[in-house]
């Protein structure tokens, strides 16, 4: 799994081949992954 560095190298790499509004819509869904997962983990860590 790459890092988030490593994936946002790899998004403006990929903006460069192939420019349109899936850029945006790929951050979205990366900062909606990442809360999730935040959330997810603090649910776990305070409920046992």
């Given at each position: 799994?790459?890092?988030?560095?490593?994936?946002?190298?790899?998004?403006i790499?990929?903006?460069?081949?192939?420019?349109?509004?899936?850029?945006?819509?790929?951050?979205?869904?990366?900062?909606?992954?990442?809360?999730?997962?935040?959330?997810?983990?603090?649910?776990i860590?305070?409920?046992?």
């Amino acid at each position: 799994m790459p890092t988030i560095k490593e994936a946002e190298k790899f998004i403006i790499e990929a903006e460069i081949r192939n420019p349109g509004l899936w850029i945006a819509h790929s951050r979205f869904v990366a900062k909606a992954a990442r809360n999730i997962a935040e959330y997810l983990l603090y649910f776990i860590t305070w409920s046992y």
